[in-house]
């Protein structure tokens, strides 16, 4: 049976991330960058998929586990009738992609403790088998192009079914800690490094870091949480950030739904820079900045939806056959083939993510005018086409109403920039063509029936991105079709106090019918409850919300209100940089309420 996705904590270095279950078991690690094959598999098949376990050899009579104040540094407490151990789990931040180390140093707290570690090695996303043998103390394993070497005081030996363990006790006031180096297998060596010195550096870090946090202290925890989240989905080289840290975490247990995201979205641009920008990250929301310009450099005709986390643009999806899924959720895949689909709202998110870097002031340049002047010359010559959407669906193309409303938003910004911060462009053409797709919106997207506007010119669904029009400005929140439209997404999309990102039917989105909530289009409504006024409700199902995030404070894409469980890749950007952006707006409609002298 599969550990449930709530049961994972992360550790990280701004490379990639291992995630840590409450059993003790590393069951997730992709080496040396988030994107790369994995080592620990298990999480999409079973321990033979590799896994690293420390565990007590007696039963556990209770877990608990937090992360070591603001940081990314892991503890997870263990009772048995012995004693108490405390295993620390971290990753020092790398200083280059020479060497990857993941620390855990198992801590006695009362009591002596039999322990037992089981390490299986599995490369290749779970099947290929390292040569492992010992070197400098303790196994060393080669596969290809990966070594891997294991540091310990503990003896580890081999089993007949090519595991790699070993038996200790540690008792109160005593440590034990266990290395593990990644390395290129064409390198001599790796550089050992005393792991209580690099955990006391790791934590230092990490509290520098998260000092410069500058968002009001209500829902500090969450926010703070998200914010080290999203530094740990953080590629650091090029600043690009990833959605998940995996690959093929259903959006519904044993379905097909199931994608990898371990890429970059231009989606997400806008949603991202606001949350580092209004937390005080601006060092970080200037490298994502810049790793969107890189991105999307080249002719605007090429610009894709998604890239890699260094910016490439080939990724081909594939799917790992031998894999059986999380929870038998076939297929496995790697790789995304909707980075080839056209979505149009992903000019508009550009346009809007370059416009808040100038309302933040990050320093402009001239090389993001000229790029923002190219796209729009194109978009010009697009934009009345249909597309697959802001959910990339793989059914037939629409005119999609949140794809025409970001079209709206691409030309809009571009006349701000000019009229606000002095950049030169076409402005009476853009205002033009901003008033066409306005009336073309207005004529075919709103059902005057029902006060609402639809998923797609002609459709009678809804859609939770249409949450987002009074957000995004293009129609002012006193209008009664923004009220109207709230209104339907609640009594339409709403599953147990959850909205729904839309019906899925197969003949919409070309796959099986069948998910669980999409947790950033709950975030969307509350801040619309807030802008109409009803704050009290924004509050309550805000922190209804808050209450989904797991025991240490990370949320993933979906939940399933019948089960209780999250569901979809884990930890997902989208969902805590939503977490972040509602506790900003709801603080700052919390304070001009109090100036105003309300309730």
Not at 373 to 393: A, H, R
Request: one cysteine or more; glycine letters at 8%.
């Amino acid at each position: 049976m599969s550990t449930p996705i709530a049961d994972y904590g992360i550790i990280g270095n701004a490379y990639t991330v291992a995630l840590v279950s409450r059993s003790g078991s590393i069951d997730w690690l992709c080496l040396p960058r988030f994107d790369s094959d994995s080592v620990f598999g298990a999480l999409l098949g079973n321990e033979e998929n590799g896994r690293w376990l420390i565990e007590p050899t007696a039963e556990i009579t209770s877990t608990s586990r937090q992360y070591r104040g603001d940081t990314g540094i892991l503890e997870t407490q263990m009772e048995t009738a012995e004693g108490k151990i405390t295993i620390i789990d971290f990753m020092p931040m790398a200083e280059g992609e020479d060497q990857v180390d993941i620390i855990r140093i198992v801590r006695g707290d009362e009591g002596t403790v039999a322990m037992h570690t089981d390490i299986v090695m599995r490369f290749d996303y779970g099947r290929g088998i390292p040569w492992v043998r010992h070197h400098f103390g303790g196994p060393r394993a080669i596969a290809g192009p990966h070594a891997v070497q294991f540091t310990t005081p503990v003896p580890l030996d081999g089993t007949p079914q090519m595991h790699t363990a070993g038996e200790f006790t540690v008792k109160a006031g005593q440590s034990l800690s266990f290395t593990m180096s990644w390395y290129p297998s064409h390198h001599r060596g790796f550089i050992y490094r005393d792991p209580y010195e690099m955990l006391q550096r790791t934590e230092n870090a990490w509290h520098d870091w998260a000092s410069q946090c500058i968002l009001p202290k209500k829902w500090r925890d969450p926010v703070m949480r998200s914010a080290i989240t999203l530094k740990m989905l953080t590629y650091h080289p090029t600043g690009g950030i990833v959605a998940a840290a995996t690959t093929s975490l259903p959006e519904a247990l044993g379905g097909v739904r199931n994608w990898d995201y371990r890429f970059c979205w231009l989606r997400d641009a806008t949603f991202t820079l606001y949350a580092l920008l209004t937390s005080g990250y601006r060092s970080e929301a200037r490298a994502w900045r810049e790793w969107l310009l890189r991105a999307a450099a080249g002719h605007p005709a090429e610009m894709q939806i998604m890239y890699g986390i260094a910016g490439e643009r080939r990724l081909t999806e594939y799917e790992l056959a031998w894999l059986p899924g999380y929870a038998d959720s076939k297929p496995v895949r790697i790789g995304n083939a909707a980075h080839e689909q056209l979505q149009l709202d992903v000019y508009g998110e550009l346009m809007d993510a370059f416009y808040a870097c100038h309302r933040f002031g990050l320093e402009p340049s001239d090389v993001t005018w000229d790029l923002q002047l190219k796209l729009l010359e194109y978009l010009e010559t697009i934009w009345d086409k249909p597309d697959q959407g802001m959910w990339e669906v793989r059914g037939e193309p629409r005119h999609f109403t949140f794809s025409k409303v970001m079209v709206w938003v691409a030309f809009d910004r571009g006349i701000k920039l000019i009229e606000q911060y002095g950049c030169k462009g076409p402005i009476e053409h853009w205002t033009e063509i901003r008033d066409k797709i306005a009336a073309q919106i207005l004529g075919n997207a709103f059902d005057s029936h029902r006060n609402t506007f639809v998923q797609y010119y002609g459709a009678t669904d809804l859609d939770a991105s249409l949450l987002l029009i009074p957000l995004l400005g293009f129609l002012p929140v006193e209008d009664p079709r923004i009220r109207g439209t709230i209104e339907a997404v609640e009594r339409e999309l709403m599953v147990d106090g959850f909205v729904i990102r839309y019906p899925t039917h197969e003949e919409t989105d070309g796959l099986p019918e069948g998910e669980g909530v999409f947790l950033a289009c709950s975030f969307w409504l509350a801040n619309c409850l807030a802008l109409i006024g009803r704050r009290h409700d924004a509050i309550t199902l805000f922190e209804k919300l808050l209450a989904l995030c797991n025991d240490v404070g990370l949320m993933s894409e979906e939940y399933d209100p019948r089960t209780g469980c999250l569901l979809g890749n884990f930890p997902q950007a989208f969902s805590h940089t939503a977490i972040i952006n509602t506790a900003a707006h709801l603080a700052q409609i919390e304070t001009a309420s109090a100036a105003r002298g309300n309730d």
